[in-house]
């Protein structure tokens, strides 16, 4: 059994961490306790040439870091790290009379495909400003020629809510797979629920059952990695792992983010600071009550929109999945320090050091264990554990404000004094 | 074929002498289509009938629409001056030269730097005015020029000049008769004398000719085009009838009435009628910036307003709802360099753009001897004698298989007008017909891409978001050039507004660098020739003691 997030960015994306180079993504995907992590943006030329030099081929359609380039890990979560060549495409182009946004995320099994993907991406549009490139062609083409050159590569629309760059999204996206793949759609295997929605917001739809519900941290700096992630039983390749997602076999689910936690679960407008349900948005007219302007239509909404089952139906086949909260967060709620502070950091690493790796502490590690370390840790791990936990939904770019505890904190003092 | 009453006119008149005046966006090439078709229809025999066009893009166009109405039935000629001159000349020369090879611009470029030329594209420049114009060469370069025509002799050589002038010379000593019962040109505005004497003879006493075009837009004077001969008609033939195409189907009216009222400041044209189908909209924008670099910005700026944001930093700060994409906007500028700092800002924000390439003629030779190539192979060169049809030729060998998308369709569609005869046979026409591509016929229209043009390159094209730089005296009208001649240039600004369909947005700097040096040009003295009632003014800040402030304010 394995954790492995698929998609990510380097440092040639736009708004991310210079520190998103490969040295530093393999070091942060073991305190977070991934196996196979995606490189993202395989399609920059500069970020493919660091790939090409510092990563070596495994012959299973994997790759690893060389040795000399391996930086310091805590004992405590020392693993092997595999990735696997991903990027994400941004199409942008009209179909139907209206403007369409759509993020796809590529994965491929090998350099030498990547490559050639490369060259026939290069003829529509500039790769090198952005490791996340614009390019101006129909998602399905890009399909087609993505399916030509390299037939074992998997497309799978990226964070396929959120409003505005998706497959699924209220502001330029589609209201199904076929309408957006049209006949490729039997190729689509899987969709990303994105950070808004949770496979149980999915289950609604029956039009995905046949589909993976995949998650990953689309993580723009180190410490985002694993945010969420999916689980498989499987042989460690290329194959084993797309094979699992085109069958569900030893695909055994994924950690999710509380969708409430996402940016887009509810909707609303972020200049004004106003948050709406769906009902209250339908009531209000898609106007904002302060400024009358159009509201950002969230992912909760739009689920409502395109559902034909009632809210909590469970398909038969559903694969289970687990949510969590970001180990840092709820470490700077038990100490009431904000999760950028030094002290928190310290705070993480002893726990990490302490305990194992973050989604072992999170997921696996005995209770008991935990307390040994850290009593509030303990119980607000429990309470995640169960669901016990209040959130203040995200909206139109906002995060959603996620409580182990609620306000405020009735650990705080406690806590802090214990894990100094 | 869905035609409006002057279109229908045009379509059925049976005049001898025919002149059709379309303006920007009237339907022309459907019309032009519709004519062939219903000559043919008529039972006109397809050999009988030639429609010229001067690009191959507008010919490749027809092409299609007239093969898709036809079924099967023989296609008449449609193409360009020098495809038509090749395949007479390849009909009627002597045996022994009619197998002649084409002279292409980078042979030229060999033989005349074998000769010892420097300069060579001047040199080439200044031979190929001689031969069109009779232009006086200076000693030095008529002894180039003779060199030049013995080698090309020897070698059974014609260059593109050479092949109008020869079917010409021909056509007067009664080598080539006259073969057409009906002629048809598309952008009559363009054409030059040569080409003028070439239709002419070609059309049989009992043939008529019938005309397209639009003096307002003849930009290509530089080239030899004489507009005078499409104004002359009138005098030239006594029986002309004259036609207007008045509707105009692509611009929204306010852009349509100014750029019509515009181009009456000159006076080498014919008054012509335009009615607009769509409403007014917006009012032509003209905005002021610093310099080149807030022009760009500015750009950049105004289309993610249209487009919404293309990542995730811009949202909240651009509008979400558009129909416009990629495609829907054109940036346009009178000169070449004015598209470069533009071109590398939008490539720095991951936008993307197209350009038209330089590399056209490159790319056609690679493509060639790629074909040559496998037409000596042994399997290959037995298929040679047998009727295939040549697409499906090309596409069993794989050649197509590494071109872009675009080029494909390009070679697709050239290819498709070739079914019948011999292989080798159809290949050989396919060849001479693939010489005449040029850059703007391998400007990629369909790629979602925001477009970078010249205003020369524009021309034919419609984008619903337009923008024109360099708005400044100086630059348009390109007085800063040694020669110009206002009423082109006029011409070329109105070629410009009249790409527009929704929007037209033009912008002047206050600051410029041309050629390495830093210019500060007051906005152009065509701004007041556009009515105020159609303009708007974004962004122009007054300053004191320039005389434009009082128009402005």
């Not at chain 1, 992590?37 to 660091?50: N, Y």
């Not at chain 2, 001898?16 to 019309?31: D, F, R, S």
């Amino acid at each position: 059994m394995f954790f492995a997030d698929l998609h990510i960015h380097s440092k040639f994306s736009r708004a991310t961490s210079k520190e998103m180079n490969l040295e530093t993504i393999e070091q942060w995907a073991q305190i977070k306790g991934i196996k196979v992590i995606g490189t993202g943006d395989f399609t920059h030329p500069e970020w493919l040439k660091e790939i090409g030099e510092k990563l070596t081929e495994e012959g299973n359609g994997l790759l690893r870091l060389k040795e000399k380039y391996k930086l310091q890990i805590p004992e405590s979560c020392r693993e092997d790290v595999f990735f696997i060549l991903s990027s994400e495409i941004s199409c942008i182009y009209q179909k139907n009379g209206k403007l369409r946004k759509i993020h796809l995320l590529i994965l491929s099994p090998s350099l030498k495909d990547v490559t050639k993907i490369n060259h026939a991406l290069s003829q529509i549009g500039s790769l090198i400003s952005d490791g996340r490139p614009i390019l101006g062609i129909d998602g399905k083409e890009l399909m087609k020629i993505i399916m030509d050159i390299s037939s074992d590569s998997l497309i799978i629309p990226a964070h396929a809510w959120t409003p505005h760059f998706s497959v699924f999204g209220s502001q330029s996206g589609f209201d199904s797979i076929e309408e957006c793949f049209e006949e490729l759609s039997p190729y689509i295997y899987a969709i990303e629920t994105g950070l808004s929605s949770d496979p149980r917001m999915n289950w609604r739809l029956s039009k995905l059952d046949s589909i993976t519900l995949i998650s990953n941290s689309d993580a723009h700096s180190p410490s985002k990695i694993g945010r969420e992630a999916n689980i498989f039983d499987t042989e460690l390749s290329f194959e084993g792992i797309t094979e699992a997602i085109k069958t569900k076999k030893g695909f055994l689910g994924t950690v999710e983010f509380f969708p409430e936690e996402g940016k887009y679960h509810y909707d609303g407008h972020r200049v004004c600071g106003v948050r709406l349900s769906p009902k209250e948005t339908i009531k209000r007219n898609y106007l904002c009550p302060l400024c009358g302007k159009r509201v950002t239509v969230g992912v909760m909404h739009r689920v409502e929109v395109l559902a034909d089952r009632q809210e909590g139906f469970k398909p038969p086949q559903a694969i289970p999945y687990k949510s969590i909260i970001p180990l840092q967060e709820i470490m700077a709620e038990i100490n009431n320090t904000s999760v950028q502070s030094k002290t928190l950091s310290n705070l993480y690493f002893k726990a990490i050091n302490n305990l194992g790796s973050e989604y072992d502490i999170l997921l696996n590690k005995k209770l008991t264990d935990i307390e040994k370390f850290n009593e509030s840790l303990a119980e607000a791990i429990e309470r995640v554990r169960e669901g016990k936990i209040t959130v203040e939904p995200g909206y139109d770019g906002e995060y959603g404000k996620i409580k182990v505890f609620g306000k405020p904190s009735p650990k705080n003092n406690k806590g802090q004094k214990l894990l100094f | 074929m869905n035609l409006n009453k002057q279109q229908r006119l045009a379509v059925e008149s049976s005049d001898k002498y025919l002149c059709v005046l379309a303006g920007p966006g009237t339907g022309k090439t459907h019309t032009i289509t519709a004519k062939i078709i219903y000559l043919l229809e008529e039972g006109i025999n397809p050999r009988k009938i030639a429609a010229l066009t001067f690009t191959q893009k507008a010919s490749i166009e027809m092409r299609q629409r007239v093969i898709k109405k036809l079924n099967k039935k023989e296609l008449p000629f449609i193409g360009t001056f020098h495809l038509l001159c090749i395949r007479l000349l390849r009909e009627f020369l002597p045996e022994n030269t009619r197998n002649f090879n084409l002279c292409t611009r980078k042979l030229q470029r060999e033989i005349i730097s074998s000769i010892g030329g420097k300069n060579v594209e001047k040199i080439i420049e200044r031979i190929s005015r001689f031969k069109n114009k009779q232009t006086s060469l200076d000693d030095k370069t008529l002894q180039i020029y003779e060199i030049y025509e013995k080698k090309k002799k020897e070698l059974n050589l014609l260059d593109f000049d050479d092949l109008l002038l020869k079917t010409s010379s021909m056509i007067k000593e009664g080598k080539i008769p006259p073969l057409f019962e009906h002629i048809i040109v598309d952008e009559f505005q363009d054409i030059n004398k040569i080409q003028y004497d070439i239709i002419k003879g070609l059309l049989k006493k009992t043939g008529c000719f019938s005309v397209f075009g639009d003096p307002d837009q003849a930009i290509y004077s530089f080239r030899g085009s004489e507009v005078d001969l499409f104004l002359n008609l009138p005098s030239d033939f006594e029986d002309l009838k004259l036609l207007n195409l008045s509707i105009n189907y692509r611009s929204q009216a306010n852009i349509l009435l100014a750029s019509n009222r515009f181009i009456t400041a000159n006076t080498k044209r014919f008054s012509k009628r335009i009615e607009p189908l769509k409403p007014s909209e917006s009012q032509i924008i003209i905005m002021e910036v610093e310099d080149e670099y807030e022009e760009a910005k500015t750009i950049l700026k105004e289309i993610k307003k249209r487009l919404g944001a293309t990542n995730f930093n811009d949202l909240y700060n651009n509008k979400e709802e558009t129909f416009y994409t990629f495609n829907s906007f054109a940036v346009l500028s009178r000169i070449n360099k004015g598209l470069k700092i533009i071109k590398e800002m939008f490539m720095k924000e991951g936008i993307p753009v197209k350009t038209i390439k330089k590399e056209a003629e490159a790319w056609i030779e690679s493509f060639i001897k790629e074909l040559t190539g496998i037409l000596s192979k042994e399997e290959i060169v037995k298929k040679l004698i047998e009727p295939i049809p040549l697409y499906e030729f090309l596409d069993s060998t794989g050649i197509l298989k590494d071109l872009e998308n675009y080029e494909a369709y390009l070679i697709k569609n050239i290819a498709s007008a070739y079914e019948k005869g011999i292989l080798i046979e159809q290949i050989r026409a396919f060849i001479d017909e693939l010489y005449g591509l040029t850059s703007l016929d391998l400007f990629p229209e369909n790629l979602n891409a925001i477009s970078l043009l010249t205003l020369h390159g524009a021309k034919g094209l419609e984008f619903p978001v337009v923008f024109i730089t360099g708005f400044e005296e100086g630059v348009i009208p390109y007085t800063l050039s040694s020669e110009y001649d206002i009423e082109e240039e006029r011409r070329l600004f109105y070629v410009g507004m009249t790409r527009a369909m929704n929007e037209l947005i033009i912008i002047y700097a206050k600051n410029r660098v041309i050629n390495g040096k830093k210019v500060s040009l007051p906005v152009s003295s065509f701004l007041k020739e556009i009515p105020e009632e159609y303009i708007k003014y974004e962004k122009v800040r007054p300053r004191k003691g320039e005389p434009m402030q009082k128009k402005l304010f």
